[in-house]
């Protein structure tokens, strides 16, 4: 297994071979190396902690199981046999629990749901039927275990019906059962391959979360320079006006998932922010933008710049554009940038977008939820920026508050998330699992806290992690991590006073962090570079003696939580 493949071991009461070769001959990232457990034997294999499929770690464990594999009463349903939905209950918690029993042992867990061939029309008309019907059962059974399986932090049930409904008739292929106890046709497995390898990109903490759209022929139809904004096709008793205007809902529906918006489009920029302002049918509002780029240069420059500006990566955006000589030039120069082929037809726009894997991630948070809200005001800041002189007047304009919590159970998720996903101003970067970062906060000569962060602006959520591991007088920070939307306004100072403050009241004589280079995490080096530590440059190492109080950042107001304190 190559050093940047990930590993996948994949269980199975069927044949999955083929699922093995799809996954390994996808060179797109994230590249998985997958390893097939013994044939037919689940449960063994999920309890036997001494399997070689264990060593090492995987980074990854599919569990796919045909329903009357798992679960025997199912099977007998399926002869038309009478069965109480308490036994098949009984046999689903049993395999949950089997799954629950391997959580430890990688780092993550998707199991697909359960499905009956389509041939199998079960009781017919009947077969909805509670306590009677197939189909009644089967979707008893699939939420019955989601909901056994959700207690655990690492383990998804991917909906496995998405990937037999794209297939249809295909899907299930007797001869293939038959001669080689493989029960899907092909297609389905290239289906699941492909979802499979988003929720591996999702736990990597590599989800999408900025989407950069045209304007003319893309958010409305018809050119808005030419034909001016009261005569665009939008809404209205119109088959392609109403396409547009879904588009426009759909690209709404997903900010409420915290995904951003903005616009990279050519066109006078008075008239199309006019067009997006003023015509009637328009779902999709200034205030809805983080941010655009309206202008006659090249595309690729304005997404990079915006991009820049958003305080995030290219490998964060997604370019939409009806224009396929953009959509290349973009693809081409700024190959991070997702840039998905665009139907030529705007009545398959949302559909196209909704189909779109690169914004699965592995949680939802409060954060997220209200991203658009914060980007928002983020916007406004940098307008008061403009307006305001220099950084050092500015920032002390802001009102800067930040609120120091120890890590919860309430605040654990967004914490994972921003250690996996953070790497500009990430001291290690390394990565842990939500069940990881709670177990190793726990140990007694450890520390972990969390920052939120908001000024007169709004709330900008939680936006840093510092660890602190004590050993004798010493202590070692672990963990400095930072959104870098707040970065360079003090409250990378603020966390670093904070931790000294609390290393000094429990009377350790020396502070240090090691910092390991990254590609992405010079900004972190140069952070701390200028902290004021003592810095050994052939070690990486920082420290602090205590020879003098470290100072605080005056134009930060700083709160512990209750309950917390810095001794």
């Known amino acids: 297994m190559s050093a940047q493949a990930l590993k996948a071991v994949l269980i199975s009461d069927f044949n999955v071979a083929n699922l093995a070769a799809y996954l390994r001959n996808d060179a797109e990232p994230p590249v998985l190396e997958p390893v097939v457990a013994p044939y037919g034997q689940v449960i063994v294999s999920l309890m036997s902690a001494h399997s070689a499929s264990w060593e090492p770690k995987p980074d990854v464990l599919v569990v796919w199981t045909r329903p009357g594999g798992v679960v025997p009463s199912f099977e007998r349903l399926m002869q038309y046999e009478q069965v109480e939905l308490g036994a098949i209950f009984s046999e689903v918690d049993e395999f949950a629990a089997a799954v629950l029993g391997a959580r430890e042992r990688a780092g993550f867990i998707l199991v697909p749901s359960w499905n009956a061939p389509s041939h199998h029309r079960g009781f017919g008309l009947l077969d909805m039927k509670a306590g009677l019907g197939v189909r009644d059962a089967l979707m008893r059974m699939n939420l019955r275990l989601a909901d056994r399986l959700h207690q655990a932090s690492n383990i998804y049930v991917l909906d496995a019906s998405k990937w037999v409904e794209a297939v249809g008739a295909r899907a299930f292929e007797p001869k293939l059962w038959y001669t080689a106890k493989i029960p899907f046709g092909n297609d389905v497995f290239i289906e699941a391959a492909k979802d499979i390898k988003a929720a591996v990109w999702a736990m990597r903490g590599a989800s999408r979360k900025l989407i950069v759209l045209d304007l003319d022929n893309t958010l409305w139809g018809g050119i808005v320079g030419d034909l001016g904004w009261e005569n665009l096709r939008l809404g209205g008793h119109d088959h392609i006006g109403e396409a547009y205007l879904d588009f426009q809902k759909m690209l709404r529906a997903l900010t409420r998932r915290g995904i951003l918006l903005a616009v990279a489009s050519k066109n006078e920029e008075a008239v199309a922010l006019e067009a997006i302002e003023k015509h009637p049918e328009m779902v999709l509002r200034l205030k809805d933008f983080a941010g655009w780029r309206i202008n006659w240069g090249d595309k690729a420059e304005n997404i990079a710049d915006l991009v820049a500006e958003l305080n995030l990566g290219l490998e964060s955006a997604v370019f939409i554009d009806d224009d396929p000589v953009e959509r290349a030039r973009v693809r081409e120069s700024l190959t991070d940038v997702l840039v998905p082929e665009w139907p030529e037809d705007a009545m398959l726009y949302a559909k196209t977008l909704l189909g779109l894997r690169c914004f699965d991630s592995r949680a939802v948070s409060q954060e997220d939820l209200s991203r658009v809200a914060m980007y928002t005001s983020e916007r406004r800041r940098r307008e008061a920026r403009i307006q305001g002189g220099s950084v050092e007047g500015w920032l002390r304009t802001l009102g800067i508050r930040v609120r120091i919590e120890a890590l919860t159970e309430a605040n654990l998720q967004r914490a994972a998330q921003l250690l996996n996903k953070t790497n500009q101003l990430n001291l290690t970067t390394r990565r ?16 972990v806290w969390t920052y939120r962060a908001s000024d007169r602006f709004g709330d900008t959520g939680l936006v840093g992690i510092l660890s602190l591991e004590i050993e004798h007088a010493t202590g070692r920070v672990v963990d400095f991590v930072l959104s870098c939307r707040v970065m360079g306004r003090g409250v990378e100072e603020a966390m670093l006073f904070t931790a000294l403050q609390h290393a000094e009241s429990v009377g350790l004589k020396e502070v240090q962090a090691y910092y390991l280079p990254t590609a992405k995490n010079k900004p972190c080096l140069e952070f701390w570079k200028r902290s004021g ?35």
């Open 432 to 447: 842990l699992t939500e069940g990881e970062l709670l177990s190793w906060g726990q140990d007694s000569g450890r520390r």
């Open 533 to 567: 530590l003592e810095y050994d440059e052939r070690s990486n190492c920082f420290s602090w003696r205590f020879a003098r109080p470290y100072p605080r950042p005056e134009h930060v107001g700083i709160e512990w939580a209750s309950g917390e304190t810095a001794d």
